[in-house]
């Protein structure tokens, strides 16, 4: 299924519009739909794919040379030994026709020659003026040092599109005949990656997708939080370790060192090692005016699917592979509801960000995330520009009602937030829905109350 992807598909066509030579660099994690992506774009028009298979590079050049000789008509054939000559072929042959080249998987390139932006930038320098080449570079998320290159180029020749996960507003087009609750479970579990959503029937319930795709060793989604590890990283033991400390929810930096048993140095380095591959990344509450530098950072797992492997998945392989898993579906099916109070948030974060931005009840600016100090915290909070204007929520994923002595608390512990706004405002967001009083209360003040049907109702329909 193609989906959530508009944004950026109506970029790519905007920037082929142009009638002038570009490099496009589209970039993201594995699976998340960047070739799916590029696929449906050049659905319509001529393109050349250039895949290097894992072979020597000389023969990846004369491979891709052959392939751009075919395409362009060309009888003169040449072998070529570098990628200088590579680069001075295409952008000279190009010169007079409007064409894509996707070039993929420059991950493995980069591997095998540091030294390829180099030589595709400077090569560049002297491309025809008439040239329409639209050059599309594709990789899983590149390292910083190789976007910092390419990014040398400007704004004018090149133009960079990073694919992110999807949002729990597409992953309710995955699911059409589940209720919200189930949907709720399904992004809980795997999160916003179509090549992993595929992987659940929508013919059983979530807890019978997880005894079919993560109880059994030798299916995909039990092996895959194991290959993004073991295939990107050296020393892997030292990751999981960190992960699955933080996939418990054990987030702070002290936490952390305390739990994994590593020294505070390693365990700052693996870090910096996994932020940089987005695998980690690191929250402070919305009010800190210098976030990087802030004493109160956190640590989570932006990916569902790795929040859930380290969470329920790492911590008993032993079981799984020996087959031993009677006990453990019982186990899941008995804190999943848990589980999943530390994901709701998130989805209310986006609701949120979809009305109040588009109702301009806050401006664009406005910084959406959560608060907390060394002992109150808050699970939703937005606030404007120099705190003119901030909201507090609360979340409450529990069957039973939210209660005025629950509504009463976020009260208090927004009391307790330095920042002083304006304007404040409150929202409850609740599974069980809401006892009479508070829904009493919401009449009279700017109390702001969600179930779970109004969140869906307003994400399908925007």
């Not at 002297?126 to 050059?135: A, E, G, T």
């Not at 040092?145 to 087009?173: A, E, N, T, W």
């Not at 073991?230 to 992960?243: C, Q």
């Not at 087959?323 to 949120?352: M, Q, W």
């Amino acid at each position: 299924m193609f989906a959530g992807r508009k944004e950026h598909m109506d970029a790519l066509q905007k920037l082929y519009s142009n009638n002038k030579p570009q490099i496009v660099l589209v970039h993201g994690h594995k699976r998340v739909g960047k070739t799916e992506l590029l696929r449906e774009f050049v659905r319509d028009k001529r393109h050349l794919y250039l895949y290097p298979s894992y072979y020597h590079e000389r023969n990846i050049l004369n491979i891709f040379m052959n392939k751009l000789a075919d395409y362009y008509y060309d009888d003169n054939k040449v072998d070529v030994e570098s990628w200088e000559k590579f680069f001075n072929y295409l952008y000279k042959i190009n010169a007079d026709s409007k064409s894509i080249i996707i070039i993929d998987n420059i991950n493995y390139i980069l591997t095998i020659n540091t030294n390829f932006m180099d030589t595709l930038i400077s090569a560049w320098k002297d491309i025809p003026k008439n040239s329409q080449l639209f050059l599309i570079l594709m990789g899983d998320d590149l390292p910083a040092p190789s976007i910092d290159k390419i990014s040398q180029l400007g704004k004018r020749d090149m133009s960079l599109i990073h694919i992110h996960y999807l949002g729990f507003k597409d992953v309710l087009q995955f699911f059409p005949t589940y209720n919200v609750v189930e949907k709720i479970r399904a992004y809980s579990v795997v999160g916003g990656v179509p090549a992993y959503l595929q992987y659940l029937s929508p013919e059983s319930n979530m807890l019978e997708n997880i005894d079919r795709n993560f109880l059994s060793s030798n299916q995909f989604l039990y092996q895959e939080a194991i290959r993004i590890i073991s295939e990107r990283l050296r020393e892997p033991s030292y990751y999981f370790t960190i992960l699955e400390t933080i996939g418990g929810h054990k987030r702070r930096m002290q936490e952390i060192v305390e739990l994994s048993g590593l020294s505070p140095s390693l365990v700052s380095k693996y870090l910096d090692v996994l932020r940089k591959m987005r695998i980690v990344e690191r929250a402070v509450p919305v009010t800190e005016k210098k976030p990087n530098s802030s004493k109160k950072g956190m640590y989570w797992l932006p990916s569902n699917y790795l929040k859930f492997w380290f969470s329920f998945i790492y911590p008993n392989m032993d079981r799984i592979e020996i087959r031993e898993t009677k006990e453990l579906r019982k186990e899941i099916a008995r804190t999943l509801d848990g589980y999943i109070d530390h994901v709701f948030p998130n989805i209310c974060s986006e609701f949120l960000r979809s009305i109040l931005l588009r109702t301009k009840l806050f401006s664009q600016d406005a910084i959406f995330g959560s608060w907390w100090d060394g002992r109150n915290s808050m699970d939703v909070t937005v606030m404007d520009k120099g705190g003119k204007r901030m909201l507090y929520g609360s979340v409450k994923w529990k069957r039973e009602p939210f209660t005025t002595l629950e509504m009463d608390e976020l009260k208090r512990t927004a009391d307790k937030v330095r920042v002083k706004p304006d304007r404040a405002y409150y929202a409850l967001f609740s599974r069980g829905g809401f006892t009479k009083g508070v829904i009493q209360v919401a009449k009279e003040e700017h109390l702001l109350l969600y179930t779970l049907d109004n969140i869906e109702k307003v994400l399908m329909a925007h």
